[in-house]
């Protein structure tokens, strides 16, 4: 059997300046904003028209909390992803020769079927899609081949007893005051009923450790070294999505330095409209950062302010460009050092953020005293400063977003004993563990003696003043 490898071009792409018809008056037009709205094609390059007339539909859906569906980022945000998932039917329908609407319930089926039967072109035995994003891609596709039907005037193509047959089910969400909310979905038998387990598998400090090896052993730039490794560092301990990670600015790192409890400015991009969120930062991954802006970002920017442009303030940087670096790269960057370090399971930016949010919350477990995941919920739904505060260290925008990793955390407590103190000392010598392995390894690439022994004595300054900040909270 030939197998279907993933890896193809994409069929899409952000319109980055869109302005849409809203209405008129008195001979007067009125536009509404639809900048980054993805604009779909066939693979012939022509433009796939009844999903782009989706795509504008769903610039005035309303999603969580009753916020427009995201836009932003170099993907298309929410919309994006929606985009991503129906050009894989957009590819589907190109190979089998078939208009959207000839599509039967058998079409479908087999659509599901070769998804399932996906593989990475690297890791051959590997699934690209387990059941739960399976089923998402599905209903995806599902509520727009809907749409076309009810705009075709044919309202039983997808329905109960329609050429495509789907049910609706029945499912529930807790919302921001602890109410729970039914929702519906519509579903399709070729769906499973997903995979058991937790789906938010956090990264394995080994795969943590073997990223860092493999930064340190390929042969690039010193440049690129300390970027990688600021990369891992932001990723590991303040847990940011990659667009935010990608969004740091240079002014954040050195507001942060000269406070006396640092805390970090990160833009969350998640749902709606973007907003500010301050994360606690430790001065060791301060200097490491500051230690990039010194020595390696100055170099860049140089190119990219060549012949008058201002510096647009972003920590990182294309080392050739000087422009700032996008979230996609750092994604890449991620995936080179798992292919070169060998690792086998599962290891991405995102990952790093599930393995953070469970760290905090055991923590959070530790310093409240709770008895069991029950007690966590009721506090978070009961208590709304607690509530805030826990969604602004996690950067999540619901309750419902947070209880997965009250579950991953309270299972973690089973299998450990230390106190709050010497778990959030435990990442501080991790942090401290991981900034002097980078200084030895600046030191052999040539870095001066004494500049190697200075750095050493600031960086174990900072981690005493980090240490007594933790022990006297």
């Known amino acids: 059997m030939k197998l279907k490898l993933a890896g193809d071009l994409k069929l899409f792409y952000p319109l980055p300046n869109l302005k849409l018809y809203s209405h008129h008056i008195d001979n007067r037009i009125f536009t509404k904003d639809g900048s980054n709205l993805p604009f779909l094609v066939w693979p012939d390059h022509t433009p796939c028209t009844a999903i782009n007339l989706y795509m504008l539909t769903l610039r005035d859906q309303r999603g969580r909390a009753g916020q427009p569906l995201s ?5 298309g945000g929410t919309i994006g992803d929606y985009a991503g998932k129906l050009s894989q039917l957009i590819r589907y329908c190109s190979n089998e020769h078939l208009d959207f609407l000839e599509l039967t319930d058998l079409h479908f089926t087999r659509f599901i079927s070769k998804l399932r039967k996906q593989r990475y072109k690297d890791r051959l035995i590997q699934r690209q899609k387990n059941e739960n994003t399976l089923t998402s891609t599905g209903q ?33 969400i807790v919302g921001h ?25 956090p990264i394995s400090p080994k795969s943590v450790k073997s990223l860092r090896q493999a930064a340190d052993d390929a042969n690039t730039s010193s440049f690129i070294n ?30 942060a330095w000269h406070m006396k409890f640092p805390v970090l400015d990160l833009l969350t991009l998640k749902q709606g409209e973007p907003v500010i969120r301050q994360i606690p930062v430790s001065r060791v991954l301060l200097q490491q950062a500051r230690t990039y802006m010194k020595l390696h970002r100055p170099s860049a920017i ?23 670096l996008a979230d996609t790269t750092i994604t890449n960057e991620i995936h080179t050092l798992r292919k070169a370090a060998g690792i086998s399971e599962q290891a991405c930016a995102h990952m790093f953020r599930h393995a953070f949010c469970t760290n905090l919350f055991v923590i959070l477990f530790q310093r409240n005293k709770f008895k069991n995941s029950k007690e966590f919920e009721i506090r978070l739904i009961s208590d709304s400063f607690f509530l805030h505060t826990v969604k602004q260290l996690s950067g999540h925008k619901t309750l419902e977003g947070l209880m997965p990793y009250i579950h991953l955390a309270y299972r973690r407590l089973n299998n450990i004993e230390e106190t709050v103190s010497i778990a959030n000392l435990i990442l501080l010598q991790d942090e401290f563990d991981s900034h002097l392995r980078l200084l030895c390894h600046e030191l052999k690439k040539g870095l001066g003696t004494f500049q190697f022994i200075d750095r050493v004595e600031e960086l174990i300054s900072l981690k005493y003043q980090d240490r007594d900040d933790i022990l006297n909270k």
């Open 302 to 324: 140089k190119i990219f302010t060549k012949g008058g442009r201002p510096d647009h303030g972003k920590l990182f940087v294309s080392e050739r460009t000087g422009k700032p």
């Open 177 to 201: 005051n602890g109410q729970v909310i039914k929702k519906t979905s519509i579903w399709h038998h070729s769906f499973t009923l997903g995979e058991t387990g937790d789906t938010r598998n």
């Open 140 to 172: 995806v596709c599902l509520n727009f081949l809907r749409f076309l039907g009810n705009f075709s005037g044919k309202p039983n193509f997808v329905a109960e007893n329609g050429v495509i047959k789907t049910t609706t089910r029945e499912y529930s």
């Open 71 to 75: 836009r932003r980022g170099s993907k």
């Open 226 to 255: 300390s970027r990688r490794h600021l990369h891992i560092s932001f990723l590991e301990y303040l847990g940011p999505r990659r667009g935010e990670l990608a969004d740091i600015k240079v002014e954040a790192i050195n507001r």
